[in-house]
C-alpha cells in the first residue's frame, strides 16, 4: 500500500510566478492544471525535471480548455470538448505524467438518463485510457449553485458497471460533504477499491459562498467545519492514494498551520 501526499496548484491558481511554492519538501506530487499559455507550461515542465517529484495533469491543460462538457454544453460542445480532450492526453504520454484528472461525471444540474450518459462516458474514457495507456482519474462535481446532482447520479451508478471500464476516481472532500453533508461517508465508502486521488481540503463559508482551506485537527470539534476525521481514515484503507492538499490563495493560510495539516 502506498499514499503519496501531493499539492494542488490551485493553491497557487497556477500562478507562473509562484510555481516555486510548490516544489516544498514535504511534498513529493504535485496536480495542477489549467496554465495560462505554454511558456507557463513549458515552466513548469523545466522546474518538474530539476525536481524528485511526480506529477499529474487537471485537465484542461489550459484556461481556455474544456472542464465541464463531456456530457453536456457548458462552454464548448461535447464533441469539442472531447477532441480537446484526446489532444491533452496524446501530449502527456510523452511528459511522464502519472495520470490526467477530468470532471466526470459533471451535470448542471437535473439531466434526463444520466445513468446512459455516465456508461456512454465512460465507455470512450476507457478507449482513450487503453489506446494512449494513461491513467484517467474521474472527479464527480458540484453543478450550477451547488447542484449536487452529478454526484447523486455516480451514487446511483451500479457499481457492476463502473468495474467494467478499469477507470479510477477523485473523491473531493468538500464537494462531497456539500452534496451530501452526513451522507457523505456512506457515498464514498462505496467507490473505496477504485479511488486514485483525493482532493482534501476543509470549508470556510462567508456569508453565501465558500472558500477550500487547509486541513487541521482543531475542525474536528471547533462547530464552524466539517469533521472529516472518520472520512479520512476508510480513505486511508484504499491503497496507493495520491493525498492532494487543496486551499484557495483566498484563504490566506499562515504556513505554520498549513504544515500543521500536512504532517498530521
Avoid at 471500464?165 to 464537494?175: A, P, S, V
Avoid at 466539517?226 to 476508510?234: A, D, Q, S
Amino acid at each position: 500500500m502506498t499514499h503519496t501526499i501531493g499539492i494542488s496548484g490551485s493553491t497557487i491558481m497556477s500562478n507562473e510566478k509562484k510555481f516555486n511554492e510548490l516544489f516544498q519538501k514535504k511534498i513529493t506530487h504535485i496536480e495542477i492544471g489549467e496554465f495560462e499559455n505554454e511558456q507557463a507550461f513549458q515552466r513548469f515542465l523545466q522546474l518538474h525535471r530539476n525536481s524528485n517529484k511526480t506529477f499529474g495533469i487537471h485537465s484542461p491543460v489550459f484556461r481556455s480548455g474544456s472542464k465541464y462538457d463531456l456530457l453536456e454544453k457548458f462552454q464548448h460542445s461535447p464533441e469539442k470538448a472531447w477532441h480537446l480532450f484526446e489532444q491533452e492526453i496524446r501530449r502527456l504520454v510523452q511528459l511522464d505524467a502519472k495520470y490526467i484528472l477530468v470532471h466526470f461525471p459533471y451535470f448542471q444540474g437535473t439531466a434526463q438518463n444520466p445513468e446512459i450518459l455516465i456508461e456512454q462516458g465512460l465507455k470512450r474514457l476507457s478507449e482513450l485510457q487503453h489506446k494512449y495507456n494513461l491513467p484517467i482519474v474521474c472527479e464527480p462535481k458540484l453543478g450550477l449553485d451547488r447542484s449536487p446532482k452529478g454526484i447523486e447520479y455516480l451514487d446511483a451508478f451500479p457499481l457492476a458497471s463502473w468495474k467494467k471500464y478499469g477507470l479510477k476516481l477523485c473523491i473531493d472532500i468538500g464537494d462531497y460533504l456539500l452534496a451530501a453533508d452526513e451522507n457523505a461517508l456512506e457515498m464514498i465508502q462505496k467507490w473505496k477499491d477504485h479511488i486514485k486521488v483525493v482532493h482534501l481540503h476543509n470549508i470556510e463559508f462567508m456569508n453565501d459562498k465558500y472558500i477550500w482551506i487547509p486541513i487541521h485537527p482543531s475542525h474536528e470539534d471547533d462547530g464552524k467545519h466539517y469533521p472529516i476525521k472518520e472520512i479520512l481514515h476508510v480513505l486511508a484503507e484504499s491503497p496507493d492514494i495520491y493525498w492532494v492538499l487543496e486551499h484557495t490563495p483566498h484563504s490566506n493560510p499562515l504556513k505554520h498551520l498549513l504544515m500543521r495539516g500536512y504532517i498530521g
